[in-house]
């Protein structure tokens, strides 16, 4: 993965518009957080191969950028992209990562199912 | 280390045996004694990716599955088993397919000692709900016909809960094995090891102590955790 390029990642955001794709949102501090900080308060959220069709999808922000899509229902986002790569399958990765390359969030759009 | 007819080691993460377990694997394999390593997921959630990144979070099971064969073969494992189950949803699993899988294990290699985590002393919620359905598969068995239960546990209240560990391992001398282990869980364990590697070369006690140390609660099915 590299450091987004705002005006690349968002034509890549363009062309999976308007059709249906897979979706892997995830926010995560660890499952050790509240372990190695006693008292934090540890939440997150997971959703993998959830189908969606996006009108409209948009890179927002200085790094970490925020990345939002525009359902006919709804929307789908995430804060604090920093990196990504559209990968041999061609689907397009995104993450964001902390200073030292631990993933806190992540949106990853495909046209076929994620495996795993 | 007592004799053992056939160890089994059921963890839920590929590098859940590398830190305090390994050295005991590594001395039971050299005693000839054959050792089953059923590990549930392959760590598909990890968040360390590196920074530039090695990894992204589709890759990543790959690299940790070769990371596990890797550290099977630093142990000298040659039964692994990779259960197929997803990092993180262990403890959404049904409970009954839970225990019939470490059940099956258990059938099929017939094991005088079963090595897993604690229940609900394990700080991860997958090390949690491993360790529960392991207890329920073993608790369903005859008194007479249940395999002895090497527990770890961790979790900040466990000396309130548990005491001191009543089984201590002197493994020195698997210690290259145990680094070994260590070090093939590179995706894991890099940052950790730089570390590590310098205090034993500083002869840190604590450091050589969790090198040639390793420690464990046998399950007492007189304070059954349910």
């Not at chain 2, 099977?72 to 049904?94: H, Q, S």
Request: hydrophobic share 40%; aromatic share 10%; glycine share 6%.
């Amino acid at each position: 993965m590299e450091l987004v390029q705002p005006a690349h990642l968002q034509e890549l955001i363009d062309s999976f518009a308007n059709k249906d794709v897979y979706i892997h949102l995830e926010t995560t501090n660890g499952s050790y957080a509240s372990h190695f900080k006693e008292g934090f308060f540890n939440a997150g959220a997971f959703i993998r191969n959830v189908v969606v069709k996006y009108e409209l999808g948009k890179v927002a922000g200085e790094s970490p950028h925020r990345i939002g899509l525009k359902l006919p229902y709804g929307w789908v986002y995430a804060q604090g992209i920093t990196h990504y790569t559209l990968d041999e399958h061609g689907r397009l990765l995104m993450a964001g990562l902390d200073p030292e390359g631990k993933l806190a969030v992540s949106l990853e759009i495909s046209e076929t199912p994620f495996t795993y | 280390m007592k004799q053992e007819r056939h160890v089994l080691v059921i963890f839920p993460h590929p590098d859940d045996e590398a830190f305090g377990v390994s050295g005991t694997i590594s001395t039971y394999r050299e005693m000839g004694i054959p050792v089953t390593y059923a590990c549930l997921t392959l760590g598909e959630m990890g968040r360390n990716f590196g920074n530039p990144p090695f990894a992204n979070r589709e890759t990543l099971p790959q690299i940790r599955k070769q990371e596990l064969l890797k550290a099977a073969e630093a142990m000298g494992i040659d039964d692994l088993r990779m259960m197929g189950l997803r990092d993180k949803t262990v403890e959404f699993e049904n409970d009954e397919k839970m225990v019939k899988l470490v059940a099956d294990l258990i059938e099929e290699t017939q094991p005088s000692l079963v090595i897993s985590f604690y229940p609900n002393l394990s700080v991860h919620p997958d090390h949690d709900a491993t360790a529960r359905a392991v207890v329920r598969a073993i608790r369903r068995m005859p008194e007479s016909e249940r395999p002895t239960l090497y527990t770890i546990a961790f979790a900040h209240n466990t000396r309130e809960v548990l005491g001191d560990p009543d089984i201590i391992h002197h493994v020195e001398g698997a210690a290259k094995k145990k680094l070994a282990t260590m070090n093939a869980h590179a995706s894991q364990t890099v940052w950790m090891m730089q570390d590590m590697e310098k205090r034993l070369a500083e002869q840190d006690p604590e450091a050589l102590k969790w090198l040639h140390y390793e420690r464990f609660y046998t399950y007492r099915w007189d304070q059954d955790f349910e």
